[in-house]
C-alpha cells in the first residue's frame, strides 16, 4: 500500500480594509490553485454572517460567523480541500485566534494594502447608486484601516494599490508558500 501524501491542510486569511479587494483576490487564488490541480475551497467570511437581526452585543455577527465557519469549513476538508482561502477582516489577535480554531487548521494571515484614495474611487463604483452605503463605506475604509495597523495581526502584507487581481493573487499563494 502507498503512503498517503495528501498535502496537510492549510489556510490563509486575506484581510484588509474595506474595498482593497479582499473577496476578488480570494477568488482569483482559488482558480489559481484548481489550475494548479491544488483542491481547495474561498469562502467569504461575509457571507457567512449575513442574517437579521444581529444580537445586540454582536453589531457584526461574529457569533454567527464562528458557527458557519467551523461546519462549513469542516465540510470543506472533509470533502477533500487542502486549501482554505478565506476573505475577511481579523481586528484582532484574539478574532484571528477565533477563525483559527473555528477552522480547526493552522491559519496564516495576508493583509492587502491599498491606498485609501484607490480604496475611495472603488468604493465610489461600487456603491455609484447606494450612497448611504458609499458613506458608511468611505468612513468605515479609513477607521478599519487605522485598527488593522495597530492590530498587526497579519504574517505578512502586500501592496495590491497598482497590481490587477491575478497578480496579487499569485503574489500572496507565492508569498504562503502554496505554489
Not at 464562528?66 to 477533500?80: E, Q
Request: with cysteine; hydrophobic share 45%; net charge negative.
Amino acid at each position: 500500500m502507498l503512503p498517503d501524501v495528501r498535502p496537510v491542510p492549510c489556510a490563509l486569511l486575506i484581510t484588509g480594509t474595506v474595498g482593497v479587494g479582499k473577496t476578488s483576490v480570494a477568488e482569483a487564488m482559488g482558480a489559481l490553485l484548481a489550475e494548479a490541480q491544488i483542491p481547495n475551497a474561498v469562502m467569504d467570511l461575509d457571507w457567512l454572517c449575513q442574517s437579521w437581526p444581529t444580537p445586540p452585543a454582536d453589531r457584526f455577527n461574529v457569533g454567527m460567523l464562528l458557527r458557519n465557519l467551523r461546519n462549513v469549513a469542516g465540510n470543506y476538508l472533509d470533502a477533500g480541500a487542502s486549501r482554505l482561502v478565506l476573505a475577511g477582516v481579523a481586528e484582532s489577535r484574539a478574532e484571528r485566534d477565533h477563525y483559527e480554531e473555528a477552522i480547526g487548521i493552522g491559519l496564516s494571515v495576508c493583509r492587502l494594502r491599498v491606498d485609501l484614495p484607490t480604496v475611495h474611487q472603488r468604493l465610489a463604483h461600487r456603491h455609484r447608486d447606494d450612497h448611504d452605503g458609499l458613506r458608511r463605506h468611505l468612513k468605515r475604509s479609513g477607521e478599519l484601516d487605522l485598527i488593522l495597523d495597530h492590530a498587526a495581526v497579519e504574517d505578512f502584507t502586500l501592496d495590491a494599490t497598482d497590481n490587477s487581481i491575478t497578480a496579487t493573487a499569485m503574489a500572496v499563494l507565492q508569498a504562503a508558500d502554496w505554489l
